[in-house]
């Protein structure tokens, strides 16, 4: 059974960055697809970015498209989001997630998740 464990969050002033990071255990995490989603109070859960295990490119939701860059490292079994140009609309929960199958945006088909590492940007 995998788990995924995040760091990297915290308190930032708009315009900053910052860099998330979500260690994986388990078996077979290179054969993953692997996900940033976040979710902030009231909302529901927001797609952000992912890279698939198969060679394909990364994909990114339109609003976070040029500022966030997502890494997966399958030697150390980690994924992480680097954040550019933060601003408030990013404050969220920001959660790893990881499937098998094709790619995809939709929360629902991803099985395994991390508790999250809270976001938030002040003006």
């Known amino acids: 059974q995998m788990t995924l464990v995040e760091s990297g969050g915290g308190l930032v002033q708009a315009g900053g960055s910052l860099r998330l990071k979500c260690q994986a255990s388990?078996?077979?995490?290179?054969?993953?697809?692997v996900a940033w989603f976040r979710q902030a109070p009231g909302k529901e859960r927001e797609f952000v970015a992912a890279?698939?295990?198969?060679?394909?490119?990364?994909e990114y939701a339109d609003s976070v498209k040029g500022r966030f860059t997502i890494f997966r490292d399958d030697i150390n079994d980690t994924v992480s989001l680097q954040m550019e140009t933060l601003n408030l609309e990013d404050t969220a929960l920001y959660l790893c997630?990881?499937?098998?199958?094709?790619?995809?945006?939709?929360?629902?088909?991803?099985?395994?998740w991390g508790q999250g590492t809270q976001v938030t940007v002040s003006s």
């Open positions: 388990g078996h077979y995490f290179s054969l993953y697809n």
């Open positions: 997630a990881a499937q098998n199958g094709p790619v995809t945006r939709s929360s629902s088909s991803y099985s395994v």
């Open positions: 890279f698939p295990w198969i060679m394909n490119p990364p």
